[in-house]
């Protein structure tokens, strides 16, 4: 009785050591379940120095929160191509259009990818020949913007009352890092990254949020500037 006794203490005694062997042997941290904070399972490739070769472009985004959520921006992980220290060379125009009377078409957001479908029903209806006309915006030769100035694309001079809005269409030709550029009135240039980009049509939504010339451009790190915009806002 006393020798089974003993031998059943051993056995107990071995399996605990057995155990404890098998604790120490597990890596620091191990979990055998995902902890709240996500999956233990690998995820994109950190932001390195040299981004030429990036393959996990962006959609486009506004440093003060205004395109939509989940738009990310490569800057905030610290590497991407910064602006020139200077706007583009352009010349105001002699006269002043008057402001549009064409929708704005809100139902597309800020910064959102477009089709060329998307585009022309944007710019007006297919037969249309008009200045500017709808067709002109698919002759993408690089950089390129336009706005929707009385229904139809155009990159002349355009105008909108105070606090109106207007679309513009961006097309960026190639994979780059992408900033918008603004001059207002009183001289002030707004810079706004929308991190790197496919090439493709993108919609922006321009504001006439201060009176007068507003002179607007595209940036890219490897096409350089588009051409420039001209949009007039009349006073309240």
Not at 60 to 87: I, L, M, V
Not at 88 to 114: D, H, I, R, W
Request: with cysteine.
């Amino acid at each position: 009785m006393k020798q089974r006794v003993l031998l059943i203490a051993i056995t107990i005694i071995a399996i605990a050591a057995s155990l404890a062997i098998c604790a120490t042997a597990q890596p620091p941290g191990y979990s055998t379940t995902p902890s709240a904070g996500g999956s233990q399972y690998p995820s994109y490739p950190p932001a390195y120095d040299d981004q030429d070769d990036q393959q996990y472009p962006s959609y486009p985004t506004d440093q003060q929160g205004k395109y939509p959520s989940g738009q990310g921006d490569q800057t905030s992980q610290g590497a991407y191509a910064e602006h020139p220290s200077t706007g583009p060379q352009s010349q105001q125009p002699s006269y002043t259009p008057s402001a549009s009377t064409g929708k704005v078409a809100e139902n597309y957001g800020q910064g959102q990818s477009l089709t060329e479908e998307q585009v022309t029903q944007l710019g007006g209806e297919t037969t249309s020949a008009k200045a500017g006309g709808q067709y002109q915006a698919l002759l993408v030769t690089g950089l390129e913007q336009w706005a929707l100035y009385n229904g139809y694309w155009t990159k002349e001079p355009a105008a909108v009352y105070y606090y109106g809005k207007m679309n513009l269409l961006v097309y960026n030709d190639q994979n780059q890092y992408v900033w918008t550029y603004e001059k207002y009135p009183n001289g002030y240039e707004d810079w706004r990254s929308w991190g790197y980009l496919y090439p493709g049509y993108y919609n922006r939504i321009f504001v006439g949020d201060s009176p007068g010339w507003h002179e607007i451009a595209i940036w890219g790190d490897k096409s350089g500037y588009s051409n420039v915009l001209y949009i007039y806002v009349y006073g309240p």
